[in-house]
């Protein structure tokens, strides 16, 4: 709520991919809460329509895969009468793809190190197809890249809006068996950086969260052990929920944040700093 009373975000389009599940999801209920009109777009369709109906005020599905760029131009075309000009827009969209080999040898590694005995490389890298490598940069990189593309032909003229990219602790430290999304997510903060100093003289801003781990579907994904061990190192000594996320979300993109642009800000549990 903003301080003379209005919501944050009343009178405003939003535009979150991904938004079916997980961090999406919460995004897309936390705008509504603050009363923005949020189209939810999302590969799979019935996630969208389910998030749209349990969000608070207007809320709208978009099937779309944000790695197709005909796609993105026909979703954005779609959410302009729908909903109105976008003002933010918030790049969530992300695949993982999970190496169930290195998952063991980065757990038979963990063990190891704590017992003294010899650690061998993940193989993640060598075993990576080119059709994994060229899907996970995709959506990531070439998905933001779209869906920003598309959102500034409509900010632009009306010099205003924001951009919110989301990241990850992967392309600040880089995950161990995941070279693509860590890659993709690293790519991720270049075009934050340099979209935003193009963007900033007409009056819009662009930013990046960079989650740490956080208790999504792909957090479920994770073999319990391994994943209790890669929890046991983080201070805060919890994995971080999608609420934490959407919460800073809305200061990055809400007129509090006027003065934020080309920032990384990462919520990690002091896992990394």
């Known amino acids: 709520m903003a301080a003379n009373g209005r919501s944050r975000f009343e009178g405003r389009v939003v535009v979150v991919t991904g938004g079916g599940s997980g961090i999406g999801e919460a995004l897309c209920e936390a705008f509504a809460r603050e009363g923005a009109s ?10 969208a329509r389910t998030v749209a109906a ?3 005020g207007e809320a709208k599905a978009y099937r779309c895969d ?3 760029p005909a796609a993105v131009r026909e979703t954005f075309a779609a959410v302009d009468p729908d909903l109105g000009p976008v003002d933010v827009l918030v790049n969530n969209a992300g695949i993982v793809r999970l190496d169930p080999e290195a998952g063991q040898r980065a757990l038979a590694n963990l063990q190891a190190a704590r017992s003294g005995g010899e650690r061998q490389s ?3 890298t060598a075993r990576l197809s080119d059709e994994d490598w060229d899907r996970l940069i995709r959506v990531h990189l070439y998905g933001a890249f779209h869906c920003t593309r598309e959102a500034l032909k ?4 009306r010099r205003k809006g924001v951009i919110l990219n989301m990241s990850s602790i992967a392309a600040l ?3 161990p068996g995941s070279p693509a999304y860590s890659a993709a997510k690293a790519a991720l903060l270049g075009l934050t950086r340099s979209v935003a100093r193009e963007v900033v003289a007409a009056g819009i801003r662009v930013n990046a969260i960079a989650p740490g781990w956080i208790r999504t579907p792909m957090l479920d994904a994770l073999d319990p052990v391994l ?3 890669l929890i046991s190192q983080v201070p805060a000594g919890t994995p971080g929920e999608p609420h934490h996320i959407a919460a800073l979300a809305l200061h990055l993109c809400s007129d509090e944040a006027s ?15």
């Open 227 to 229: 994943l209790s061990l």
């Open 173 to 175: 430290q880089g995950m």
């Open 54 to 56: 349990t969000c608070a």
């Open 154 to 157: 409509a900010m632009e003229p």
């Open 259 to 273: 003065y934020t642009t080309g920032q990384v800000v990462s919520p990690n549990g002091g896992l990394y700093s």
């Open 38 to 47: 949020v189209a939810v777009v999302d590969i799979n369709e019935t996630a």
């Open 66 to 68: 944000v790695a197709d």
């Open 122 to 124: 993940l193989g993640a």
